[in-house]
């Protein structure tokens, strides 16, 4: 007799299957996201904010009240919440282009304030939604629909390194972590520690998930897994990169 | 139980393939075949197979296809792959893929399992030669060398409602040039059925002619 | 790069947003900046698949402010460089459009409406008129163009360079999301070979010669201290646009010298509007249309002329009463009574407008 796997329980029945692509990574990373809220019990303290591109797929996913922002304004959209009702777990959930680029400086600005918000974003190294244009985090020589000849990265820079960025200006109480869909023990567990430490009010959260996006890589599902285990975690280092109560170092 | 049909309709933006792969579709299912038309549109949300579904389906073919409606995250969107395209190879019968376009070509294969090893694949590049990119002989060779693996030609050079058989007799010539130097068949010329008194049953490059009526012109969204 | 992108003339079956890339590179464009947006992807695609083979640079910035800024930036330091948008992306543009406007900046924006407001749909609407129009905290004194078709799509695109450079008025080409999609044949050209004579952009900034020594710094700015500056740089703009405007503006007239029935309407949904006339025209109707070409400068006298003369008007738009309100300021005075046909977000067709007229019969 084989044993079901069970829906977390914050996972909204009425509104599965969910309409994301077979293969891609968001569900893996909101099922991590959703047996953590299970565990803590805190579904009817989140708000989930989630902005334009695939992210938005998630508006109707959870038993969480949930907001659809503009492209790049989840992040001030779940400050804003969070300023007025401290009791409110806020987590804002984007993409590489939502967080990297239009959101960039909301990123920036709610690290540097240590707004106590968890920020979550799913980096499949371009722009999904729209048909697949280069992101910041595309990689070198990655054809795009607006790289069609490969990433040049003296015209266009190397792949962004978002948590490094928010760790050199985060604060004394922020957590800051990248992990990886293709370990999804670990993913929970940054997840968890993540939010955890919003909901203690220690800092600012924030988590860099590398997904899979196997429509826009144009990859079979063999491929899918090599480019995110292999050539993604060339650019991308996994782990945690900012613990309160730890040194900058390590 | 004689040969599947599997067909891959592939080439540049607006060239003509989904017009060509429900007309195809619909021909199989006319010889009395069993057909099922997927869509594999997924950069544009435009102008893909989804608005005419129920028609097809009205019309005996099955299709693979979101219904505009459903597929929430048209906000900004709408190119979402629908889950069964992945396993679209294990269905009976002959199987057209309408494959949008996309900078990495034929690659969208990758996206149906099995695609690559299935014996009885046909990848088929759609070239109109009206498309400014794929006008001459030297940029069709490069286009279709670029887009990895092609097992044909189709050739369906129009110029929407100012089509003449000027436009027709060109854009086959031009294309069995560029089919001769690829060393790839060309494996009809689709015409409107309106043509059919002005053109015979094959074009001035002796290619067969396949008459289509137009469908996509309903599918704006 | 001594050939030319496009070489005498050839007929084409393309995209809206594929002829707005052809055409700026037909008008000698040399620099786009963008940032990804349903629906005007496709001039991105296309310009960078386009780019390299002719000398042309692009950059994808981090947001359509930038894409504003940058392209701004472009052209201060003496280039062609444009920029698309829609929807959320235009109503972020409207701070560098601002700047623009202030600075008399020959900046050329192609906007693909789609539905409104807010992220809404991608897919088609006349929403982004006002905004276009009249946008940011300005007195929208700008250079906006409606086109209806792929081959105005093309014809306008190459006609806002040389607006812009020989004006300096941010320049607008304001088409949808239709139009951008929509596949129809098209006459691509080299302007220089139809006798277009093509305006020369030239450095806003760096000008030849060693500033303080061979040639006056520039010095350029777009604020003022006190309420008397302002007020004499703004009428010194708004000068400058009554003295272009009847050298830019342009409209078509459909039947209405003698209309009982006078449609008004815009871009894509002109096309209906002219389906309409056709057709009442054949059942004996007095029925006529007219089409504003340049939405700024506005064809007021043009259009008073007509309205005046008619029984009744209809305006027709996508979108709820942005349109409308530009007639209603233009025609002020005038007494004809005024029938709105309302669709925001969505398609007009011609059965449509005909049944509205008909009810004015």
């Known amino acids: 007799m084989s044993i079901q796997p069970q829906m977390p329980k914050s996972w909204c029945l009425e509104t599965k299957p969910h309409k994301f692509c077979p293969g891609c990574g968001h569900p893996m990373l909101l099922k991590a996201l959703g047996e953590v809220i299970d565990e803590f019990e805190i579904a009817d303290k989140v708000v989930f904010g989630c902005d334009i591109g695939c992210s938005l797929l998630a508006w109707d996913f959870f038993n969480v009240d949930t907001i659809q922002t503009h492209h790049g304004r989840t992040t001030p959209v779940i400050v804003g919440i969070k300023r007025a009702d401290e009791e409110v777990i806020g987590i804002a959930y984007m993409g590489d282009g939502g967080g990297y680029a239009i959101g960039s400086q909301h990123l920036v600005n709610a690290a540097a304030r240590n707004d106590k918000v968890f920020v979550l974003l799913a980096n499949n190294t371009q722009y999904g939604m729209t048909g697949g244009q280069m992101a910041p985090t595309t990689l070198p020589g990655q054809k795009t629909e607006t790289s069609p000849y490969g990433r040049d990265v003296e015209a266009t820079g190397p792949p962004f390194q978002g948590p490094e960025m928010v760790t050199a200006i985060s604060q004394e109480g922020a957590y800051v972590a990248r992990a990886t869909v293709a370990n999804p023990r670990q993913l929970k567990k940054i997840i968890k520690r993540a939010v955890e430490n919003v909901k203690e009010g220690r800092g600012f959260s924030f988590v860099e998930v590398l997904s899979l996006c196997p429509t826009n890589w144009r990859t079979n599902a063999e491929q899918t897994w090599k480019f995110v285990e292999d050539d993604m975690a060339k650019y991308f280092k996994i782990g945690e990169l900012k613990v309160p109560g730890e040194s900058k170092e390590g | 139980m004689d040969i599947p049909i599997v067909e891959a309709y592939i080439g540049e933006y607006a060239s003509g393939k989904s017009e060509n792969a429900v007309n195809r579709a619909l021909w199989l299912k006319n010889q009395g075949r069993k057909v099922t038309l997927a869509d594999l549109d997924i950069v544009e949300p435009f102008y893909t197979l989804r608005p005419i579904k129920k028609k097809l389906e009205e019309m005996g073919i099955e299709v693979m296809a979101w219904e505009s409606r459903k597929t929430m995250g048209l906000g900004e969107t709408g190119n979402i792959i629908k889950p069964e395209l992945r396993w679209v190879l294990k269905r009976p019968g002959d199987l057209i893929l309408d494959v949008g376009y996309g900078v990495e070509g034929a690659k969208t294969l990758n996206l149906v399992h099995g695609a690559y090893d299935n014996p009885y694949l046909k990848i088929y590049a759609v070239i109109n030669v009206s498309r400014p990119m794929t006008s001459t002989v030297p940029d069709i060779v490069e286009y279709i060398k670029y887009l990895g693996r092609v097992d044909g030609i189709i050739n369906n050079t129009h110029l929407g409602d100012e089509t003449d058989i000027e436009v027709i007799q060109n854009g086959a010539k031009i294309v069995n040039e560029a089919s001769q130097e690829l060393k790839i068949p060309v494996i009809f010329t689709s015409v409107e059925k309106h043509h059919q008194d002005i053109l015979g049953n094959r074009d001035c490059a002796g290619n067969p002619v396949f008459y289509i009526q137009r469908f996509m012109s309903e599918t704006f969204w | ?246 050298e830019v503006v342009e409209y078509a007239t459909f039947d209405c010298e003698d209309a009982d029935v006078l449609i008004l309407a815009h871009g894509v949904v002109s096309r209906a509007a002219q389906g309409a006339v056709k057709q009442l025209r054949e059942e004996g109707l007095k029925v006529g249309h007219f089409r504003p070409i340049t939405l700024r400068p506005f064809p007021q006298e043009e259009l008073k002329k007509y309205a005046k003369k008619a029984k009744n008007i209809l305006v027709v738009e996508s979108a709820y009463g942005q349109f409308d309100k530009m007639v209603k300021e233009n025609i002020y005075g005038v007494s004809t009574p005024i029938k709105q046909y309302f669709r925001p977000g969505e398609g007009i067709t011609v059965e449509e407008v005909v049944q509205e007229a008909k009810e004015l019969i």
């Open chain 3, 1 to 246: 790069m001594a050939a030319k992108p496009i070489e005498g003339e050839k007929k084409v079956f393309v995209t809206g947003n594929e002829a707005t890339a052809w055409a700026a590179l037909a008008a000698g464009a040399d620099i786009m900046y963008g940032y990804p947006i349903t629906p005007q992807n496709e001039i991105m695609h296309y310009w960078t698949r386009l780019a390299p083979k002719h000398g042309k640079k692009f950059l994808q910035t981090e947001d359509e402010i930038s894409a504003g800024f940058t392209c701004l930036g472009g052209v201060f330091s003496g280039k062609k460089a444009f920029t698309a948008t829609a929807g959320p992306g235009n109503t972020l543009m409207q701070e560098p459009m601002s700047m623009a406007e202030m600075m008399r900046v020959p900046a050329v924006f192609v906007i693909c409406q789609r539905g409104g407001p807010s992220t809404a749909t991608v897919i088609y609407s006349q929403q982004e008129t006002t905004l276009t129009c009249f946008g940011g905290n300005g007195e929208g004194l700008r250079i906006v163009y409606s086109t209806e078709s792929h081959q105005e799509l093309f014809d306008y695109t190459i006609k806002a360079f040389n607006t812009a450079w020989k004006y300096r008025f941010p320049t607008f080409v304001l088409g949808d999301g239709y139009q951008s999609k929509m596949r129809e044949s098209l006459v691509m050209y080299d302007p220089e070979a139809r006798g277009i004579e093509m305006v020369k952009p030239e450095p806003i900034v760096r000008k030849p010669g060693i500033p303080g020594v061979d040639r006056k710094p520039i010095h350029l700015r777009n604020t003022y201290n006190m309420e008397d500056e302002l007020y004499d740089a703004v009428m010194d703009i708004v000068n400058d646009f009554k003295k272009m405007s009847p």
